[in-house]
């Protein structure tokens, strides 16, 4: 068992393969806005009927993207032209649904799909401000909601009267002041609550692994270390992207549950220099690097959990000219693998000197790794560079990858994208796209980045408070 998450270490395309890899990313960029790149990127279908073959939309596109260039293109040529050639066919109406590509984009609906068009929402439509829009804003329903999402509790009815007489701007006050009393709560801060339901998904606890408190048949890494620095970043006026980028740890006291900043914890063994949150924790190390030479799945992880990526879902790839180079013989240039590992391999090189599961210097950073422990890999494993890329920038190592990752907007709206489903119930619709961007916008810049503040933002969006 311990064993078989080395056997993902290839991700190899199936189906897509032929749909250019960085067209979602490019897209994403020329329309930033628009809601199919909320917190995720246009599928292959968006143009394509199954590709290569495409669809309406796609047909309009290729007779613009780089006209007379010989063909196939290069995914550099393609990138270069795919913008121009998107404002080209802005104008025109490739499903013939009478309402135009640009339109359809902006608005959510599927410009090569004649039956999917902009429905009016009456007059009702959701504005650029987060905290005015109460056109089917029900101040009870989320007051309920409320206690319900923070606190783990019904209002009792005589309370929710005495709400319901309040005038609006105290109904306002009241439903801050019960986010601020309930996210102290045990039922969201504390053990198993709210928040560590957030971090399941990026942690992945594997009960007969865990070392310490609850204690299982094979102990390999205490993750409650994992749940206590994620808590910690989300809690009172802490900045989120410490998850990723924190040189401390965090340890928690029960009774009730508090989480205390430590410079070092008997459980973590990474120095303060190679740190970067989560990202280096010893469980982190022993359970996604493991075995692995090159620790791909650890970076794929990273990506996934904290910027919302899915490269297996051809999610978040920027290629990269020359990659993959395939330094560790695992066949990832052949065809169907290299459109992923273009990506994918760069983003694991920052990770070649944290040890996994190896004896003495398990979950360390260990300078030389790849020479001292898997030379007999293959002939030019040792040639494998610390520096890689992240959304195509240059990192020269992994806290510099931490650092862009978490200073991304990817990290932004990632972050904001698990409290959207958590207390709206479902990723952002095409309808309340523009409050879920104003909302990441809004963490991102005027809150720096404190989720208690962005809750204040979310929890007045007509998303959550219109029944
Ligand atoms: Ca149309
Ligand atoms: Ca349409």
Redesign the pocket.
Known sequence: MLRRIMFLAAVCLSGGALAKPPAGGVFCATYPSAPTCTGQQPSCTYCHVAPPQRNAFGSALEAFLAPGVPRPLSDSEYAAALPAALIAVEGTDA?G?G?SNLE?ILRG?????????PVDTGGCAAGGNPQYDVCRYDFRFAYRRVLLDFCGQSPPYAQLQSFAALRDDAKRERLDAELDRCTASEFWRGKNGQLWKLAHPKIRPVGSLKEGEDRGAIPLGDYYDDYALYTYAQIDDHDAREVMTAKYFVRRETQPTRYIVETSLPTQSVDALHRAGNLTSAWSLVYFVMFTALPRNAASQSYRAYLGLDIAKQQGLYSIPGEPRDYDAKGVQAPACAACHATLDPLSYPFRNYQGIAGATSAQYVPNRLEKYFSDVSPIITQTPEAGYLLGQPVSNLVEWAQVGANSDAFAIAAVTDYWKLLVGHPPTAEENAEFVATWQRFKGTHQYRVQRMLHDLIRTEAYGAP
Do not use: G, I, K, N
Request: net charge negative; proline share 8%.
């Open positions: 499903d649904d309402f359809e609906t599927l410009p090569a799909d004649a039956s999917s068009v």
